[in-house]
Nanobody, 130 residues
Framework: VQLVESGGGLVQAGGSLRLSCAASGFTFDDYAIGWFRQTPGKEREGVSAINSGGQTFHADSVRGRFYISSDRAKNTVYLQMNNLKPEDTAVYYC?????????????????????????WGQGTQVTVSS
């Protein structure tokens, strides 16, 4: 099982980036993918997720600016990030829930909880300058 993130970089505030999470080693159709981000000294926080049923979830801080999508044929999940702000600066990680069942609050596997995911990528740095 391997997850590889790409697409990070330096962008000015108001700009856009698209992150990719390429998955290998497991059946793409059955799992969920979450995107998390982390800055030094802070907890890793959930940004967006998509489960095996195609439901998507977004943190309040990115709703309306970030969009998650999947290309099952390419085993890749994308995070389109628009109108980026300096506070979006972080290392972004993708993670896989091999049960594919992450859902909203109250569910057994909540989409923005790290414990809901089995495997993690190495991360990609996103830096937004003001």
């Amino acid at each position: 099982v391997q997850l590889v993130e790409s697409g990070g970089g330096l962008v000015q505030a108001g700009g856009s980036l698209r992150l990719s999470c390429a998955a290998s080693g497991f059946t793409f159709d059955d799992y969920a993918i979450g995107w998390f981000r982390q800055t030094p000294g802070k907890e890793r926080e959930g940004v967006s997720a998509i489960n095996s049923g195609g439901q998507t979830f977004h943190a309040d801080s990115v709703r309306g600016r970030f969009y998650i999508s999947s290309d099952r044929a390419k085993n890749t999940v994308y995070l389109q990030m628009n109108n980026l702000k300096p506070e979006d600066t972080a290392v972004y990680y993708c993670a896989a829930d091999l049960l594919g069942v992450v859902s909203g609050s109250g569910a057994m596997y909540v989409w923005d909880e790290k414990m809901s995911y089995d495997h993690w990528g190495q991360g990609t740095q996103v830096t937004v300058s003001s």
